[in-house]
């Protein structure tokens, strides 16, 4: 999964990708179009379930399931139309999987904003805008050649103009195409994703606030969810990029110290990002563990347990006879696999079990 972090320029594009991966691959600067090659950076996904098996096991090795970030330079209003280097940073967004559009909220005079000021909604409208006009362009360059084999008689281009001019009427009412996913067969689906539309990509917005605002983190989600109409997350991405060298039980004093300071329940971080990313593009985890290793594998929601031994190697789907499958909560609360064992925990499982998100799994396998 990669995924596109977009937004104006001077909004913590660059940042939070720095804080993400734990690096200073991104030049973070006072000034628009800092970043223009994209920066790319593999994430480790971070859960709590996976250092507890590793712990339980005696495991040697860890391995957590991973996400690729992708930093984009910021777009301007006319993006579409190539300003600021548009078509570009356009292109580069289309390559990806799914976007996270950052949207500025923290207040700070030195730090200057493209429009002149902060305003999320204002930013919003320009980027997905902009987004919907190359969307546009793309589609109106390629109906009139299907148009003509379709009127040939072509059976795919018959299928392929039906889509995309149903997807042009959703553009130029100046919504997102993904608005209509739900409404598409299958076959217009898979038709609309050899298409890399950007408007069609899941995302979620990521509303960037100053530390001071993290105590109203939950009143700002809540003023934004209507409109957005997306999944939102809170960031402090400067916060989390002072973080970047503290080790995990620095940063979990530091965020303590935060809660009882400020009279919290829950400080926003990036993992609540990253698991708001999981959810939203439809992904869940499973583990193995052992005393060589613990690992994490991410599969699709509903996989079944064949397609879920795949993710560890094809054959493992090929030969699939069946799985032996345990909650992790209750191999934890066991000690020990032969204790899950012998408090009738542990199930065994045939191809149609379809897998659930934290099940700790062992395959049967011909090779």
Request: hydrophobic fraction near 45%; charged fraction near 25%.
């Amino acid at each position: 999964m990669k995924i596109g972090i977009v937004g104006l320029p001077n909004v913590g594009k660059s940042t939070l990708f720095n804080a993400l991966t734990k690096s200073y691959a991104a030049d973070a600067q006072n000034f628009p179009f800092c970043t223009i090659d994209p920066n790319v950076g593999v994430v480790d996904v971070k859960d709590s379930r996976v250092d507890a098996l590793a712990a339980m096991s005696w495991s040697t090795k860890t391995v957590y399931s991973t996400i690729k970030f992708v930093d984009i330079a910021g777009l301007v209003k006319g993006a579409s139309k190539g300003e600021g280097m548009g078509n570009a940073f356009l292109s580069n967004i289309r390559e990806v999987d799914a976007i996270v559009q950052v949207l500025r909220h923290f207040p700070d005079p030195d730090v200057s904003h493209v429009e002149g000021g902060v305003d999320p909604m204002r930013d919003v409208e320009i980027i997905n805008m902009e987004l919907i006009l190359s969307d546009l362009e793309q589609i109106e360059k390629k109906l009139p050649s299907l148009e003509k084999k379709a009127k040939s008689k072509d059976v795919e281009s018959v299928k392929t103009v039906a889509v995309l001019k149903k997807i042009h009427q959703v553009l130029s009412e100046w919504k997102l195409a993904y608005d209509v996913k739900e409404e598409l067969s299958d076959e217009e689906l898979s038709i609309i994703k050899g298409y890399q539309l950007l408007t069609f990509k899941p995302f979620v917005y990521a509303i960037n606030v100053g530390q001071d605002e993290l105590t109203q983190a939950e009143a700002i989600k809540n003023k934004f969810a209507e409109d957005l109409h997306r999944p939102i997350a809170i960031v402090c991405a400067k916060m989390e990029h002072e973080m970047m060298e503290f080790d995990k039980e620095e940063k979990d004093e530091f965020l303590q110290e935060l809660l009882e300071v400020e009279h919290l329940d829950h400080i926003p971080t990036l993992d609540d990002l990253i698991s708001l990313w999981f959810r939203t593009v439809g992904l869940m985890y499973y583990f193995t563990t052992g005393e060589k290793e613990t690992r994490s594998w991410t599969i699709p929601v509903d996989s079944t347990a064949p397609q879920a031994a795949w993710a560890i190697h094809t054959d493992f789907e090929r030969g699939f006879i069946k799985a032996e499958v345990v909650a992790c909560s209750d191999l934890l609360d066991a000690g020990s696999w032969s204790g899950a064992k012998s408090v009738g925990k542990v199930w065994l499982q045939w191809k149609d079990y379809v897998v659930q998100d934290g099940d700790v799994i062992v395959f049967k396998f011909n090779v």
